[in-house]
């Protein structure tokens, strides 16, 4: 696609449901982030991909939250039994090759979590 | 820790105003300053910086880093009321690049 593609845009969960936010990244992009974007705050890392290797997964706030890539391409944050402090934008991200090298990322619009 | 720190964290400013927006950073093995343009959700690559007095500019925006300071600026000339955004500063950490954003600053700009 011509952009990062991220959904749902919004999702409204009740307390303790799982939620499950789809990234779609630009065709061929090695590096892949997640960002968690609460109201007011900048984007706070969550985890990154190389391919599907998932080579830091040191922002992901508890055991609660997982994410995958399976196939180096689309990419899936779940979070079990959410909580009222998992509202936030989670902000998904792609780059061509390390991103460090070119210092540009490409976000996605987001999804919007509100949890009840 | 690894740290940026972005003010103001809020502005408002006329059509026409200059306005500059400051970012500092503390992180080990310093390699770039990023500056992104945050509108509605997605944030959008405006600058990287990576050597001391070297200045970028785009259109009306323009900035420069201080590696002595440990800082960034950001420069809009004669504003608008599309400069209207959060500006997010961030610096690279790790050997993949993981940004590490600031706070931002909201800019409004009034017609």
């Known amino acids: 696609g011509a952009g990062v593609s991220q959904s749902p845009r919004y999702k409204v969960a009740k307390r303790g449901q799982d939620v499950a936010l789809r990234c779609d990244p630009i065709?061929?992009?090695?590096?892949l982030f997640w960002y968690q974007q609460a109201l007011g705050q900048g984007p706070e890392f969550l985890t990154y991909?190389?391919?599907?290797?998932?080579?830091?997964k040191s922002g992901l706030p508890s055991d609660r939250f997982f994410a995958e890539r399976p196939e180096g391409s689309v990419s899936t944050l779940k979070i079990q039994r959410t909580q009222q402090e998992d509202s936030a934008v989670y902000l998904c991200?792609?780059?061509?090759?390390?991103?460090?090298?070119?210092?540009?990322?490409?976000f996605g619009e987001g999804s919007r979590l509100t949890v009840l | 820790e690894d740290k940026v720190v972005q003010s103001p964290l809020s502005l408002v400013v006329h059509e026409g105003d200059t306005v500059t927006l400051n970012c500092s950073y503390e992180?080990?093995?310093?390699?770039?300053l990023l500056w992104y343009k945050q509108e509605k959700k997605a944030p959008t690559f405006l600058f990287m910086l990576?050597?001391?007095?070297i200045e970028k500019k785009s259109g009306r925006l323009s900035s420069i880093l201080d590696k002595k300071e440990l800082s960034s600026i950001l420069n809009i000339t004669a504003t608008q009321t599309g400069d209207s955004a959060i500006y997010l500063c961030?610096?690279?950490?790790?050997?993949?690049?993981?940004?590490?954003f600031g706070k931002g600053t909201k800019l409004s700009v009034k017609p």
């Open positions: 961030a610096v690279p950490r790790g050997s993949q690049g993981n940004l590490i």
């Open positions: 990576t050597s001391s007095g």
């Open positions: 065709s061929g992009h090695v590096s």
């Open positions: 991909f190389q391919n599907e290797a998932q080579l830091d």
């Open positions: 991200a792609s780059s061509l090759w390390l991103a460090v090298n070119t210092g540009e990322l490409f």
């Open positions: 992180v080990t093995n310093f390699r770039s």
